[in-house]
């Protein structure tokens, strides 16, 4: 995307994107609506398409940067959090697909959520595509084309909307940062346990047996 767009119209220009999203892949924005005109019904319209996985960020649709690496390592994390929950009839767990709106203008899609029956009155599961919820637990899996800065506004909003809990899985250092706070993360390493703490009682999972199967 080159040059300046309308922004007295509410269009955002490259140096916009950049700002937000730190050195983004422009082509992860997407421009079928212009960004900053974009609604929930064109995120709908993209990602039940299957065109593309996209979020909505204050009027710009921004495509999901995940891999087959990413997909399988999410499939593998997505099914140990599963059981637990499950079994101990928790909640409820949704994929990459699973759409959450943090605010109004704001849809995120974790590549994995963790949603308690206490966020989800009388345990019944919207209707609706787009679920008006914060998770409990938002899961991260990190691709390269994922920048410091995007990550970084996308923890601050976690933590506004009232997640309690969010995994950044860092697959090439085979590790997890564990957010309790969008400060100080704890540094789980590959011969570690990840544990989900007071939001996922129960739940420990050593990250060797995580990575073997995939990481190889």
């Known amino acids: 995307m080159g040059g300046t767009v309308e922004t007295d119209s509410g269009v955002w220009t ?11 892949v422009l082509t992860r924005v997407r421009h079928d609506p212009l960004p900053g005109r974009a609604t929930e019904e064109d995120l709908l319209r993209v990602n039940e398409g299957h065109d593309a996985l996209c979020e909505l ?14 997909s399988l390592l999410a499939m593998a994390l997505g099914r140990f ?12 767990v949704l994929g990459p697909d699973g759409m959450l709106r943090l605010r109004s203008g704001l849809v995120r899609l974790p590549d994995l ?3 308690s029956w206490q966020r989800l009155p009388n345990r019944r599961i919207p209707a609706s595509a787009i ?29 506004a909307a009232g997640v309690r809990l969010v995994w950044y899985v860092e697959p090439k250092l085979r590790q997890v940062l564990a957010y ?4 100080h993360p704890l540094f789980v390493e590959y011969s570690q ?6 939001v996922l009682p129960g739940f420990s999972l ?11």
């Open 206 to 216: 050593p990250l060797a047996k995580l990575f073997i199967t995939i990481a190889g």
């Open 57 to 70: 960020v204050d009027g710009a649709l921004v495509e999901k940067a995940m891999g087959n690496y990413e």
């Open 14 to 24: 490259a140096t916009d994107l950049v700002t937000r999203f730190g050195a983004i």
């Open 180 to 183: 309790t706070t969008p400060e």
């Open 193 to 198: 346990t990840l544990d989900g703490g007071d």
């Open 113 to 115: 959520s963790f949603i």
């Open 81 to 92: 959090l599963s059981e637990i929950v499950a079994d101990r009839d928790l909640g409820v």
């Open 131 to 159: 679920w008006d919820v914060a998770p409990d637990l938002a899961v991260e899996i990190l691709s390269r084309s994922n920048t410091r800065e995007e990550m970084e506004r996308k923890l601050l909003e976690y933590f």
